[in-house]
């Protein structure tokens, strides 16, 4: 069956514009998972969400990054006012409690 | 802060040679996964422990657990060049195992 997928798989902005990365989890997976990673370096969790329990948003660096999860399924996290040192690797998963993740290929954000 | 540190950083073999990996954590813990990453993309789940398991396999992987020292290794026997990837453990906390919290790997080079 169809993995998470990610939207875009690589996105380029300018330092202060806002961007949008989607993801689009399994069907049926109640989790949904964001993390970044920085090159080299392991994963950073940032949001979490459960079903219709209010998100887990204790990993977002700052009030520049938000998240939501429409119906329960697709996930847009969006940072605005992008600056130098948010670029990295986006990763999105999906699963259920407590089990495996099931990682999308990510988006690589560059902020020039 | 990560939860997780993987021992190597980096380790080269040869083909046909077994591998061990170690990852060694600081709080209580739900479970214990490992996860392989190729060229900075996404993790795919390899294996999961259970804190109150000590030993699971999975084909040519070997996972360890040992809760009184903190720490886990992940045996790959009989490695092969498709072997060559980032290994990331990431632990599942009891207070909130739903965030995994991931090491910062070890890159495995397995030369032909």
């Known amino acids: 069956g169809a993995g998470v997928s990610q939207s875009p798989s690589n996105k380029v902005t300018e330092k202060g514009k806002d961007v949008e990365l989607r993801c689009d989890p399994i069907?049926?997976?109640?989790?949904l998972y964001w993390y970044r990673q920085s090159l080299g370096q392991g994963l950073e969790f940032l949001i979490y969400?459960?079903?219709?329990?209010?998100?887990?948003k204790s990993g977002l660096p700052s009030d520049r990054f938000s998240a939501e999860r429409t119906g329960g399924s697709v996930s847009t996290l969006t940072i605005q006012r992008t600056q130098q040192e948010d670029s990295a690797v986006y990763l999105c998963?999906?699963?259920?409690?407590?089990?495996?993740?099931?990682f999308g290929p990510g988006t690589r954000l560059t902020v020039l | 802060s990560q939860q997780g540190e993987e021992d190597p950083q980096a380790l080269s073999i040869q083909e046909g040679e077994n591998a061990t990996m170690n990852c060694s954590y600081k709080?209580?813990?739900?479970?214990l996964q490992w996860y392989r990453q190729n060229s900075g993309r996404g993790l795919v789940h390899l294996i999961l422990?259970?804190?109150?398991?000590r030993e699971k396999h999975s084909g040519r992987l070997r996972v360890t657990l040992d809760t009184s020292k903190k720490s886990s290794s992940l045996l790959i026997t009989a490695s092969r060049a498709a072997d060559t990837a980032s290994y990331f453990c990431?632990?599942?906390?009891?207070?909130?195992?739903?965030?995994?919290?991931f090491g910062s790997g070890t890159r495995l080079l397995v030369r032909p």
């Open positions: 998963a999906s699963g259920f409690l407590r089990d495996e993740q099931f």
């Open positions: 069907s049926g997976h109640t989790a």
């Open positions: 990431a632990t599942g906390r009891m207070d909130s195992s739903y965030k995994l919290i």
């Open positions: 969400f459960q079903g219709n329990s209010a998100p887990d």
């Open positions: 709080t209580s813990i739900n479970n």
């Open positions: 422990i259970r804190s109150n398991e």
